[in-house]
């Protein structure tokens, strides 16, 4: 055979040899020339030669190139008359990254992107492979497969079959919709046929949303019966969708719905439910939660969050957030660097049994404005605060005016104004004082109240001193300590006048509120005279990674106030001491303690808290004390414990559990195990949930859970995967 060129590695330009120029363009590539432009084309291979009618044969090692697409074979025939490669395996073609194909043989156009190949293979953004006895290339977009085998498990070469497989007589891949087309389908599990289709639809792994099924689960009660969730996912434009899940059992007939939608400045989130169950014979039940966030012009920030439901029991009995109050909220805000501006409307709807709806405040509006000033007379920062609040009742009890406790139907307005004047500083010896001085103004008044009949104004004054004095030393083996002693005298003058105090009535003493000169959390209420805080923080750092925090604190105060709890730790002219502390390891492994220790050297509340974590594990629990209360309605002490833990068995396998457990009456409230089984193709999730604890409208129940995925088509996971092994042993 005659032979024009005998190179090694030789590499051929379209510019060169027009006839090899190839006329398709990439569907996806990006450049500045007109669609139709051909783009470049490249052959290299350890020989390339030219026959005497003009065929052009490359062996050894060939490799093509044309635009996103590369092709590699042992050897490649190009007809110029007929426009046609032959191409002899085994073959590779990869095009973008996305899609590779695997072939014995094949006949294709110039462009690569037409064709027949024989003993086909493709593999879909490395993860689904779809392997066929033919494949037919049509138009660059399209790729019919015939007897096709479908899985993204790791398939083994000794002949066993896959965890799953879909068999189908015909699979088209539509490569612009990235779409995955079946007719005549089985579901094998361990090549055993579960389910057939005659034809359905799924995305391929590079689409991140399309409509179609999603992830079914099964879930079983002790109140419903078995049921399942079928959800279907509804694409309602690029920034919109909605998903609708029927769930069905012997017990309910519910449609869970949640739509969702992105603005240019915001976005909307919608979860409801309407359902016809047999635990309410006859009556419609069902539940609607709502959020969105938007950012208006001026800094200005709009949110909501709406929560509704029919029933108490209607959140307990089908899983959902289990919470004894619904918060809905709208809110207006604006933040800047010396400012804060936030509005806000909240309804509260009661779910305790032994709360009644009409007696709480169901409806509340507040408004605060806070600015500060930095004047350059005093020095210091100058801080301006507007706040306002009002309460709603329903109920329009008056009371009998012998008791503050007995007008139900209590309606409330506050307004306050404050303004403060604080500076900081250094002194000899390192020592830093912090100076503050302001005065409240406040005006409130109480509705539908028989015994808080007058409108009550009063002016606080107050003022402090701080003293802190840093301290730092550095250990011969790198470890770095840190002492900080506080001292601080304050003063205020609540005034006179009956002020109705609801926001105040639990005071939560904490490291948080330990310098201020007011632990009431609200404005209804403030400390009264003079007040002597002392104190310390500590700190130390090693360099072996483990790290220690402690802080102890005290309140000395010229007069007992009544109004604190006998569990705040703030009764009496001297508070508990309190003692709070924390400790983190190198290796995961974090505790940290909160408490009251009282005069009697014992303690009114303590709290311990941890958690631990590994590569394979992690365990976090809580343990909680509260002493008796009358005023806090607790008559006998409690304490609980919380534990949640998580175990990697292996690689594929894990399982957890979670526990809450209530000592003082020696009972689980909840409990949960959960086992979950994951590797490259396939996530298996089963849990089971207790509940104990009952109430008039709602009774214990047990939850059972089950969801099974398949990978590969668009479904992601954040989870580590790990390919199964071919191993016998």
Not at 367 to 378: D, E, I, N, V
Request: one cysteine or more; charged letters at 25%; proline letters at 4%.
């Amino acid at each position: 055979m005659p032979k024009t060129g005998n190179l090694r590695r030789a590499l051929l330009l379209s510019a060169v040899l027009p006839w090899l120029a190839l006329s398709a363009s990439a569907p996806q590539a990006q450049t500045a020339a007109p669609p139709d432009q051909a783009q470049p084309a490249m052959l290299v291979a350890d020989q390339v030669f030219i026959t005497a009618d003009r065929t052009l044969v490359a062996e050894g090692n060939v490799e093509a190139f044309q635009g996103d697409i590369r092709l590699r074979a042992q050897k490649i025939t190009f007809d110029q008359g007929t426009g046609t490669l032959l191409v002899e395996g085994p073959i590779r073609i990869d095009q973008n990254g996305d899609i590779t194909i695997l072939a014995n043989a094949a006949e294709m156009d110039s462009s690569l992107r037409n064709g027949l190949l024989n003993g086909a293979r493709m593999v879909l953004q490395q993860q689904l492979q779809l392997a066929s006895l033919q494949m037919t290339r049509v138009s660059g977009r399209y790729t019919q497969l015939y007897k096709t085998a479908v899985s993204s498990c790791h398939v083994c070469e000794d002949g066993r079959p896959p965890l799953w497989q879909i068999r189908a007589e015909r699979v088209t891949h539509d490569q612009q919709e990235r779409q995955l087309y079946f007719e005549n389908a089985q579901l094998r599990v361990l090549d055993v046929p579960v389910f057939y289709f005659p034809a359905f639809r799924l995305p391929d792994p590079s689409l991140e949303r399309t409509s179609g099924f999603l992830i079914p689960s099964v879930r079983s009660t002790s109140n419903l019966g078995t049921g399942v969730k079928v959800p279907y996912f509804f694409t309602l434009g690029p920034h919109k969708d909605l998903t609708v899940a029927p769930y069905v059992s012997s017990s309910t007939r519910t449609l869970d719905l949640r739509y969702r939608q992105a603005f240019r400045r915001g976005r909307i989130e919608f979860n409801g439910a309407y359902t016809r169950d047999d635990l309410y014979p006859g009556q419609d039940r069902g539940y609607i939660f709502g959020n969105g966030r938007f950012e208006l012009p001026r800094n200005y920030r709009f949110t909501f969050d709406l929560r509704a439901v029919s029933d108490d029991a209607y959140l307990a009995d089908y899983g959902l957030p289990d919470t004894d109050r619904l918060r809905s909220r709208l809110e207006l805000s604006r933040i800047r660097r010396d400012s804060l501006l936030r509005t806000s409307l909240t309804h509260y709807k009661t779910l305790r049994s032994d709360e009644d709806p009409d007696e709480i405040p169901s409806g509340i509006a507040e408004a605060l404005f806070q600015k500060r000033y930095f004047p350059s007379l005093t020095g210091g920062e100058v801080r301006l605060t507007l706040q306002g609040n009002g309460r709603y009742r329903r109920s329009t009890n008056r009371g009998d005016g012998l008791s503050e406790d007995s007008a139900t139907g209590r309606d409330l307005a506050r307004l306050t104004a404050d303004l403060s004047w604080l500076r900081t500083w250094r002194l000899g010896y390192g020592i830093l004082a912090e100076a503050e001085l302001g005065a409240a103004a406040d005006a409130s008044r109480a509705y539908d109240d028989a015994f808080f009949t007058d409108e009550v104004t009063r002016l606080t004054p107050r003022g402090s001193m701080t003293f802190r004095l840093p301290m730092t030393r550095r250990e011969a083996n790198g470890a770095t300590q840190y002492l900080e002693p506080i001292l601080r005298l304050g003063w205020r003058n609540e005034g006179s006048g009956d002020v109705v105090s609801e926001e105040s009535r639990f005071v939560e003493f904490d490291q948080g509120n330990l310098l201020s000169l007011s632990r009431f959390p609200a404005t209804d209420a403030r400390e009264d005279g003079f007040t002597l805080v002392y104190g310390a923080n500590w700190a130390r750092y090693s360099p072996q990674g483990w790290q220690a925090y402690a802080t102890i604190g005290q309140v000395l105060r010229s007069e007992a106030d009544p109004r604190f709890t006998k569990s705040s730790g703030l009764g009496g002219t001297s508070s508990d001491l309190l003692l709070a502390g924390q400790i983190k390891f190198g290796d995961g492994l974090a505790i940290s303690t909160r408490g009251l220790l009282n005069g009697s050297l014992n303690f009114s509340k303590a709290e311990v808290r941890g958690e631990w974590h590994t590569d394979r594990s992690s365990l976090s629990g809580t343990y909680l004390w509260l002493g008796t209360d009358p005023v806090e309605e607790r008559s006998e002490e409690s304490s609980e414990i919380w534990v949640d833990g998580r175990y990697d068995i292996n690689p594929s396998w894990s399982a957890s559990a979670r526990l809450r457990y209530d000592i003082s009456d020696a009972r689980a409230t909840r409990a949960g195990l959960g086992l979950a089984y994951q590797n490259e193709c396939v996530t298996v999730d089963l849990s089971v949930n207790r509940r104990y604890t009952s109430t008039t409208s709602v009774e214990p129940t047990t939850d059972f859970g089950f969801t099974i995925s398949l990978s590969g088509f668009s479904v992601k996971s954040g989870n580590k995967q790990y390919r199964r092994s071919c191993s016998k042993t």
